[in-house]
């Protein structure tokens, strides 16, 4: 069933302590993912950097040899998101939308799987968390990474659409 209220539409199936580095793959392979659906501005790229920092690519590798790979951005800069997809061998979308269904509707024809065996990763819940629960997904909220892998410091950001949600009723636990 999918989540109905604004606190559930909100609320992501896990809340990462860290990057998506430092995610356990075990963790989504254990509640059977079998593809993963990626944001990339901060969650595989830094906020103005243009280079995967190395612990976030070798990450990825590991992944992609046990699932497919989707890069999904509300970038809209095909040159910049496209780099990133060439690198890594994978499908992506740009100016996704998100949290529209239907462009993540089309990635999930694509990947011809249900969406509770697709999981999303982002750092964003209004975009990336939010399209994910409308769709049934298994949503990932991870800490925007800087240019060495590691996670922001000071994210204005995701600190501030954290506390809108838990103002909304969603517990971000």
Partial sequence: M???SLPQLLQPDWVAPGTLAELPLEHLLERRIRA???D???????RHGNRMPQSVEHWLRQAQQRMPLHLFSNNPSRSRIGAVAEQLGVTFTTSAGKPRRAPLRRVL????MPAGEVAIVGDRVFTDVLAGNRLGLYTVLVKPVNAEGRPC?????QKLE???A???GAPLA
């Fill in 2 to 4: 999918l989540p109905r």
């Fill in 36 to 38: 993963l659906v990626l």
């Fill in 40 to 46: 990339v501005d901060r969650t595989l790229l830094p």
């Fill in 109 to 112: 024809e694509e990947l011809a």
């Fill in 153 to 157: 410091r000071h994210d204005r950001w």
């Fill in 162 to 164: 954290v506390q809108l």
């Fill in 166 to 168: 838990r103002l909304a």
